[in-house]
């Protein structure tokens, strides 16, 4: 009969992430994930398999609790150009109040896509699903501003990736100065109310 864990699972990988979040993965040993989430190294291998089983649940729980409410702002009345505004201005909000220590973490998901998805397929493959989703969003609420005139419809495109390299430069800048990412981030929302003008 097979035992029954002594622990949540939900909150081991959660504080696991804290800790790949703060570290990255590499920089991430065992007896760090031991001593974050309390658990010796055969109950981290029993549940997890291995450090990058625990990291890919890491990531995926990202998605849930970091990503996924982010993005909620693109499901907020129709789509158009102010939610791209209003995604900017939620990530300058961010940058501008949240403690230092937390917002020079980064993006882990960007952080990834510099330290693993070079040479490890999984984590390419959870970037590029990461760039997918947000990029989505801002050709949907773009599209939408083509239809109402308020933009070319041939200029879609290339706001769109410039956008997204906003994104990411928001995100890397903030793990340097996390005030000078809340500045490039509405910096970008003014951009985009422009844009309606």
């Not at 769109?160 to 490039?184: F, N, Q, S």
Request: hydrophobic letters at 45%; proline letters at 4%; aromatic letters at 6%.
């Amino acid at each position: 009969m097979a035992r029954t864990r002594a622990f949540d699972e939900t909150e081991a990988v959660r504080k696991a992430l804290g800790v790949f979040w703060s570290r990255g993965y590499e920089a991430t040993s065992l007896s760090d994930l031991e001593s974050a989430t309390g658990l010796n190294r055969s109950s981290l291998y029993q549940a997890f398999e291995s450090k990058r089983g625990l990291f890919s649940r890491a990531v995926a729980l990202y998605l849930q609790e970091v990503i996924t409410p982010r993005l909620a702002v693109f499901a907020k009345g129709p789509a158009g150009l102010p939610q791209v505004t209003a995604y900017f201005e939620s990530l300058a909000t961010t940058m501008g109040t949240a403690p230092p220590a937390l917002t020079r973490r980064g993006c882990l998901l960007v952080n990834t896509a510099t330290e693993l998805a070079p040479h490890d397929a999984e984590a390419h493959r959870a970037v590029e699903d990461y760039r997918a989703l947000l990029q989505g969003h801002l050709t949907r609420a773009l599209e939408a501003a083509a239809r109402a005139g308020v933009m070319p419809r041939k200029t879609v495109a290339r706001r769109v990736e410039l956008l997204l390299g906003a994104v990411i430069g928001v995100l890397v800048t903030a793990r340097v100065d996390p005030l000078a990412a809340a500045k490039l981030a509405r910096a970008a929302a003014s951009e985009v109310e422009d844009w309606a003008r």
